[in-house]
């Protein structure tokens, strides 16, 4: 499953404000999901980064995650 979430991120000059960032989470499959080539635990969010891989099962296809540059 991928997730979106909000969450408050804080910058260097203390401010706080909210984005939207991609959590995916196994919801404890038989054949696992992968990201950057290690098998996620199960039923554990993991945030998703910009240029992650992410595969599924045993499918051989790959999804790679490309964060928009005009998005913080």
């Known amino acids: 499953m991928i997730q979106f979430r909000q969450v408050s991120v ?4 203390g401010d706080v404000s909210k984005v939207i960032r991609p959590y995916i989470l196994d919801l404890d499959s038989t054949n696992g999901t992968v ?3 290690v098998k996620v635990d199960a ?3 993991v945030e ?3 240029e992650d891989m992410v595969q599924f099962g045993e499918s051989t296809r790959e999804y790679i995650f490309i964060k928009d540059p005009s998005v913080q």
Do not use: D
């Open 10 to 13: 804080k910058n260097e000059f």
């Open 35 to 37: 990201l950057n080539g």
């Open 43 to 45: 039923r554990r969010y």
């Open 48 to 50: 998703i980064q910009s």
